[in-house]
């Protein structure tokens, strides 16, 4: 695994290597060329289909299925929104591309849109990559120059025009439709769906959004081919007919308590343990790993033994977390509290929640406040009862919210109570010896229906069991 | 028509019906809570409280498969074939949550919130709600924040339904309130300096489900479990809103609407939400009276009706001048009693109060200049009685010419309707009858003051500036001393018995042809009377 | 009462170059604000009421955006350098936590606020995508990693108000 020759970071690392003259000496903008020259739009939906690339931005859905949703024979405009908005705790793969190697990025952008029929294509940057944002400006700047972009790219009659949007911190911008509402000049409440943005998205026009290293990807494979991408990661489970393999080389981020975090490609389906091990250096400091976060930190946690999970598209699934997401992989070693784990990325998720949904808005707020307050040393083992069943109830797997981010918020939560649930249980009971034991037993969410009960569940202490507590 | 299953009840649903999973509930009898989703607002299924479980019936097997997530019920279509599971533990626990969810942050401000008893939060809470509270947080009371000059906002009973700002986008286009902050430190707030000021504002109360928006004016006056509720129309201006009157012991609290899906829809204008308070001012006149020479001679209603008939048949020329705020059944009895009296009568139709232009908003919702709510009845009856059209700016003349002997005007306004100078030249009649509401330079000099109804004291019908006919009882009792036109002009009429609006709709409609559409009763919201109309009249 | 007019000719005019990017006005909404934080380090009231004018807004609608972000400062200027610390976990792992803490401290400052001399203001940021070089801390255009707390603060220290650069 260790020997993978990089192909997506394949320029990181060269003097120059975010210049128009160093990316074409390389051979650079020569698939564009060819494919413009070549390949209707149509076939190159058609290749990127074939080489079964999925998205790189966390939902992993197969990118050119995606692009076959957008109306056939629609008037256009069409429009493409690349996803910069990078902000999932743990990742920077995007960063490192848009930073040192952006004409990657834009011939991988110009190849999309060209295969999606777009018109304009906007990419949403996160205000807090300035450099990404200074060196994508003058590649983009470079590439008017050259005619890779304009009203007629490289003389095929094709027009593209690109444009930097400046997002202002906020992690839901990083949603496809919160991304959209954003762009448009609102709040960034992502929209329900349908309508999919393929056929209803910016400015009520069909529009496709993609990750960076998606497009990257696109630009390898009209590059190399798809058969060249097939080649490389986790083939297609034969028993499962539903299973789209996991192909292609990936970036992963590895940060947290290990030797050489760092950006760092193979091909998707190394294990979490190859990954800390032979590119991370191992665990610092000489310590053990506690749990390691498998792919940004709303894909939950996996244990200590848990790390010969393949991180592909369906590997972590299998150990109870939510996906492959960004591929971050952070690792805690032993000293880390799990409650402290916990309440880092609740509050993440509270101060991020966008506030649309009842669910979310109000269930990330709660969950936080009872971290606080278990951290403060008044939790009750009711609270971790409660913070289960909140992370039970929120997200689009139940239905009960917009978007994903309840799920992102659930996770972390979910697993902690499966796999940490002593250590949890004995941090309260340490910390709060007199109080965390509430009442027995801890009572489920009951609808009360008609007859409204007038009485709790008898408290040990004597006191009525809906005591206020302060937050 | 197409077959849709509620909790295993077929409803159906029209061929070009476009109905959501809360409507097709509500055609089986099942109600699916809701608080976000309005029917004349867009959908943004954010308050997930109308969460059900749904699947598909195969039109051939019969088999149901269920999408084993939830959905929002106002975000999915009751298409042809479409099950909702509205009854399920899945669906019960996902409402308890959301109702928790609500209150965990909520004020315990129930004891002083004007909300309670309409309050969704409250009736959910009992339906559908948990037994036990397990916020976590201190009892507090909600901040108010003044976010117009009619509306206030108890900042933090809000739900984030979101109703009220989309309101202000989508029906009157005039963007004044806002969401600020993100998250769980949402609020709704107006920009400094542009406070809720549009001409719809009163409606954005109407559809906050929660005690968050509440009516200035209002405020801690009436519980609203002692108001009782009477259907009625609008009297502020040529539209006809259709709207509930809530009382209670005769004394108007406030005005709603209605819904009337051919009218109003779901609103009403702030000039006709807040324009009863004319009905209870003291300023109201009391106590018909008889000129005689220079006394007052106070008159009981049991003897006025022959005193006032013997001196108009001895008076000679009658003129009646009919105010458009009259129903048609009054102006239908006046006309009548006045030719009944005298053949040749002139038929006036009454000064028209117009203020600016019409005006529609982005949602379609329509203010008409015309501030009456009779105009095109009144003028309809006139008109056929009197085809010959004598202009009410004639009428000083055709006194001053000593060609009129008895005149009856009618008046109703709700504010100063004529000068000195027009009173003074109408006042040269010999006999002159003033039924009205408020005193004024005519009503002092009358011979016969007859205190007048209000539009909330009496029965009768309305037609519209789009002729849409709509009929509506009396809500209040008027003061004490005032008998309203309609059993006056019953009795004057010489029909026994108490006053039916109803028969003598029935009446018109059989005489004229244009309410020819009334003939057969009028349904709640009211009947287009061009339906019968073959040819423009 | 005419407010003055806060945004100058040069604003405006920058704002107007993105209007041709997009088909609607109401699109200019982010970059419009940026282009007003950029000059005066804030966004005033006024400031919006005339983006909003010009935008063919509501002032409601914009300060709707606006608010959304806790990006945009208001009420007052932020300082000329304006310094974000991570908080989130790759950074919180590495001492993020106790960088920022230290800062607070050594600056009087709760984050978000700024130093009396206007020269600084504090931020807690969320993952700030450097986690390779936690804990870290953006100032201005520019990433510090790697960072101690006694670093931290030197860093913050030798950023005086002729290198601060506005956010």
């Known amino acids: ?471 | 028509m197409s077959k849709v299953l509620v909790d295993g009840q077929e409803i159906e649903i029209g061929a070009h019906e476009r109905l959501n999973g809360i409507q097709a509930a509500a055609r089986a009898g099942i109600e699916i809570p809701h608080y976000c989703w309005h029917p004349g607002l867009s959908v943004v299924a954010s308050c997930r409280m109308c969460l059900v479980e749904t699947g598909r019936r195969d039109a051939a097997t019969g088999e149901i498969s269920m999408v084993p997530k939830l959905v929002p019920a106002c975000q999915t279509p009751a298409a042809p074939g479409t099950v909702f599971v509205t009854n399920s533990a899945k669906v019960a626990a996902a409402r308890a949550l959301v109702e928790e969810d609500l209150l965990l942050r909520h004020p315990i401000d129930c004891p002083i919130c004007d909300k309670a008893g309409e309050c969704l939060l409250q009736d959910y809470h009992f339906k559908y709600g948990q037994a036990e509270r397990r916020a976590d947080i201190k009892p507090f009371t909600s901040r108010r924040r003044p976010v117009g000059g009619t509306v206030t906002l108890f900042v933090d009973r809000c739900v984030m339904c979101t109703r009220c700002v989309r309101f202000t986008r989508e029906i009157t286009g005039t963007h004044e309130l806002m969401i600020v902050n993100r998250g769980s430190q949402e609020e709704i707030d107006v920009f400094p300096g542009y406070p809720l000021a549009n001409k719809l504002s009163g409606n954005v109360v109407d559809i906050c489900p929660v005690g968050a928006l509440g009516d200035t004016e209002f405020l801690y006056r009436q519980r609203v479990w002692f108001l009782k509720r009477h259907a009625g129309v609008c009297a502020g201006c040529a539209t006809g809103c259709s709207i509930h009157v809530e009382e209670n012991q005769d004394r108007i609290y406030r005005l709603k609407p209605r819904e009337n899906p051919h009218v109003n829809r779901w609103w009403m204008c702030d000039e006709g939400r807040y324009g009863f308070q004319h009905v209870h001012s003291p300023r109201r006149v009391a106590g018909p009276r008889r000129r005689v020479g220079a006394r007052w001679e106070e008159l009981p209603w049991s003897s006025l009706p022959d005193q006032l008939d013997a001196d108009l048949r001895r008076a000679g020329r009658l003129a009646v001048v009919f105010s458009p705020h009259l129903t048609v059944e009054e102006a239908y009895l006046l006309a009548g009693y006045a030719r009944a009296i005298d053949p040749a009568a002139l038929l006036v139709l009454g000064p028209v109060p117009r203020v600016g232009r019409d005006e529609t908003f982005p949602g379609g919702f329509t203010i008409r200049a015309e501030k009456c709510p009779n105009r095109r009845g009144v003028q309809e009856i006139v008109s056929r009685l009197a085809p010959e059209q004598v202009e009410l700016a004639q009428l000083p003349e055709l006194i001053a010419a000593q060609s009129i002997q008895g005149l009856w005007v009618s008046g109703g306004y709700k504010t100063d309707w004529h000068d000195e100078s027009w009173a003074a030249a109408l006042a040269e009649v010999p006999l002159l009858v003033v039924q009205d509401l408020f005193e004024s330079p005519l009503w002092d000099r009358a011979t016969y003051q007859l205190p007048g109804a209000a539009f909330a004291e009496r029965d009768g019908s309305y037609v519209s500036a789009t002729d849409r006919l709509q009929s509506f009882r009396w809500a209040v009792r008027p003061p004490a001393q005032v008998l309203p036109e309609g059993p006056l002009l019953w009795r004057l009429s010489g029909r026994h018995g108490l006053y039916r609006a109803s028969q003598v709709l029935a009446e018109v409609a059989r005489e004229h042809a244009y309410f020819a559409a009334a003939a057969e009763g009028v349904p709640e919201v009211g009947v287009d009377l061009k339906v019968q109309l073959l040819a423009p009249v | 009462m005419a407010a003055e007019r806060i945004l100058t000719a040069e604003m405006i005019a920058e704002i107007e170059a993105y209007l041709r990017r997009y088909p609607t006005r109401q699109a200019v909404t982010l970059p419009a604000l940026h282009v007003v934080h950029h000059h005066l380090r804030h966004v005033p009231l006024q400031a919006v009421v005339e983006v909003a004018e010009f935008l063919e807004l509501s002032p409601a609608q914009v300060q709707d955006t606006l608010s959304f972000y806790g990006f945009f400062k208001q009420a007052a200027p932020h300082g000329r350098t304006r310094a974000w610390v991570c908080r989130s976990l790759s950074c919180a792992l590495r001492g993020g936590e106790e960088i920022l803490q230290h800062l607070c401290g050594r600056l009087g400052l709760e984050p978000g606020g700024t130093t009396r001399d206007g020269r600084l203001t504090l931020e807690a940021a969320e993952c700030l995508g450097a986690c390779e070089l936690a804990p870290c801390l953006l100032a201005g255009q520019r990433l510090h990693g790697n960072l101690t707390p006694a670093a931290a603060e030197g860093l913050l220290e030798s950023l005086g108000p002729s290198r601060g650069q506005a956010g």
């Open chain 1, 1 to 471: 695994m260790a020997e993978f020759e990089p192909v997506l970071l394949a320029q990181v690392g060269k003097a120059d290597s975010h210049t128009l003259r160093v990316y074409e000496a390389a051979g650079g903008y020569a698939a564009l060329r060819r494919t413009l020259a070549t390949l209707q739009p149509a076939e190159v939906v058609t290749l990127v289909k074939e080489s079964a690339l999925r998205g790189r931005g966390g939902a992993g859905f197969p990118t050119g299925l995606k692009w076959t949703f957008l109306p056939k024979d629609h008037p256009g405009p069409i429009y493409f929104c690349l996803n910069a908005d990078e902000s999932e705790p743990g990742t920077f793969n995007n960063r490192v591309l848009m930073e040192d190697d952006p004409h990657q990025v834009l011939e991988g952008l110009i190849l999309s849109s060209y295969a999606t029929r777009t018109t304009t294509a906007y990419i949403y940057l996160r205000y807090e990559y300035p450099r990404a944002r200074e060196r994508l400006q003058a590649a983009i700047d470079e590439c008017y120059a050259a005619g890779y972009l304009g009203r007629n790219v490289l003389g095929s009659g094709y027009a593209l025009d690109v444009y930097l949007h400046q997002g202002a911190a906020a992690y839901i911008c990083g949603e496809e439709t919160g991304l959209i509402e954003s762009l448009e000049g609102r709040r960034a409440w992502p929209r329900i769906k349908p309508p999919f943005p393929a056929v209803e998205g910016l400015f009520r026009k069909p529009t496709v959004v993609n990750n960076v290293e998606t497009v990257a990807c696109v630009k390898q494979i009209a590059a190399r081919g798809a058969e060249w991408f097939k080649s490389i990661g986790t083939p297609a489970d034969p028993r499962d007919p539903r299973d789209p393999g996991s192909y292609g080389p990936k970036l992963y981020c590895l940060s947290g308590h290990v030797a050489r975090p760092g950006c760092y490609e193979a091909p998707l389906g190394i294990t979490a343990r190859q990954l800390i091990d032979e590119f991370g250096g191992g665990v610092w400091k000489g310590r053990r790993v506690k749990a390691v976060v498998p792919g940004g930190i709303s894909m939950g946690l996996l244990s200590a033994d848990e790390l010969d999970c393949p991180l592909d598209f369906s590997g972590p699934g299998r150990y109870g977390c939510l996906g492959l997401g960004t591929a971050a992989v952070i690792v805690l070693d032993e000293t880390v509290a799990i409650v402290d784990f916990l309440h880092n990325t609740a509050r993440f998720f509270a101060h991020e929640s966008c506030g649309q949904c009842t669910p979310c808005r109000e269930g990330t707020a709660w969950a936080l406040r009872m971290l606080e307050r278990i951290r403060a040393g008044r939790g009750r083992w009711r609270d971790l009862e409660l913070l289960r069943e909140i992370a039970d109830s929120i997200g689009i797997i139940p239905g009960t919210t917009i978007c994903g981010l309840a799920d992102g918020a659930a996770w972390p939560l979910k697993n902690a109570m499966d796999k940490f649930r002593d250590e949890l249980q004995d941090y309260v009971r340490r910390t709060n010896p007199g109080g965390y034991r509430q009442t027995e037993p801890a009572v489920a969410a009951q609808p009360a229906g008609p007859g409204l009960a007038v009485h709790g569940p008898r408290c040990e202490a004597g006191g009525h069991a809906t005591e206020f507590r302060e937050s």
